[in-house]
């Protein structure tokens, strides 16, 4: 059995057993209080193996616990900028892009160590410019260094969580306190990465040479196209 299960998982195993671990990483995540791809896989080990239960049983217990790896990504503007973010209707910002995910069943972009290149990844902008070739799902599969799902519909819940408010005055009286008859909304966007798009010394879109020891990433912001809206 052990050379069907990744190195990182017999890990994860020996640490909840034994009660210590040589792996800081493995520790440190598991402390984190977010649940990672091998946390789950752990579990499920636990439960198939140790357990008994069937395979099947154990999908239906984690769909309805919501037992899942997830990444999260968010931006505080009053906590990072000490005001909140501010957009005018009928000004050339009044289309504001606000906030990047990381790529659906990744929790973290290889390579985006320093907060200057995770910043640049999740606030910048994708240059509009038309999507030529794809990067197949093998490409994407191979950036995973933890047990991906094997799922044919993976994603299994998106939340997204706003604290917002319109200019607060205009409407009808009874639409204060909600968006009815405002002019202000929020729309989730979808991009993908274009395979021909390589990020060089000289690209400083997304500061991916901010350091001497930064190299460049495989999904770079600069070859992000976006397709909606």
């Given at each position: 059995m052990a050379q069907s299960i990744p190195q990182n998982v017999i890990d994860g195993l020996r640490t909840m057993l034994l009660g210590s671990s040589n792996d800081n990483e493995t520790s440190s995540s598991s402390s984190s209080g977010d649940l990672t791809p091998v946390d789950v896989v752990i579990t499920r080990i636990m439960l198939t193996k140790g357990r008994k239960l069937p395979p099947g049983v154990v999908d239906v217990i984690f769909d309805f616990a919501e037992y899942w790896a997830h990444?999260?990504?968010?931006?505080?503007?009053?906590?990072?900028?000490?005001?909140p973010l501010r957009v005018n209707g009928q000004s050339p910002s009044e289309n504001k892009f606000l906030l990047r995910s990381f790529p659906v069943g990744l929790t973290g972009i290889q390579g985006k160590k320093a907060l200057a290149e995770v910043l640049a990844y999740d606030l910048n902008e994708a240059k509009p410019a038309p999507l030529k070739t794809e990067h197949d799902a093998s490409y994407f599969a191979k950036l995973a260094d933890y047990p991906t799902p094997k799922l044919l519909h993976p994603v299994r819940k998106v939340v997204f969580t706003i604290r917002s408010k319109d200019q607060g005055w205009g409407g009808e009286p009874d639409n204060r306190h909600t968006y009815n008859g405002a002019w202000?909304?929020?729309e989730a966007g979808l991009e993908k990465f274009d395979a021909e798009q390589t990020c060089d010394p000289s690209c400083t879109y997304d500061v991916r040479f901010k350091s001497a020891s930064s190299v460049a990433s495989p999904l770079p912001v600069c070859a992000l196209r976006p397709l909606y809206p």
């Open positions: 990444s999260s990504n968010e931006v505080d503007y009053i906590a990072e900028h000490s005001s202000t909304w929020f």
